[in-house]
């Protein structure tokens, strides 16, 4: 029992990592690139970075959000079954 608990978390935490991974490195890539922007032009705006970050992370949403979703149902019927066949 515990066992199966443990490997639900970990297979719960892995898939939160596969899920994310998309979104997080276009934040990355995105504040990068305006980082190395505002070096090159001495503009030193903290909120600028902001704005861009945010709207490549919603077109990331926009594209990957069905792969997302699929991974995520995917997922959620997996435990599902694996909760039914539990209680059997």
Do not use: C, H
């Not at 297979?11 to 596969?18: C, D, R, T, V, Y």
């Not at 959000?65 to 209680?87: H, K």
Request: proline residues 3%.
């Amino acid at each position: 029992m515990e066992e199966q608990v443990i490997d639900i978390m970990r297979s719960a935490i892995l898939m939160i990592i596969k899920v994310s991974t998309p979104m997080l490195l276009v934040a990355i890539i995105v504040g990068l690139t305006v980082s190395i922007f505002q070096t090159t032009t001495s503009i030193q705006e903290q909120t600028l970075s902001f704005a861009p970050k945010i709207v490549a992370i919603f077109l990331s949403i926009i594209i990957f959000g069905p792969w997302m979703m699929n991974t995520l149902i995917a997922f959620i019927n997996e435990i599902y079954r694996n909760f039914n066949m539990f209680l059997r």
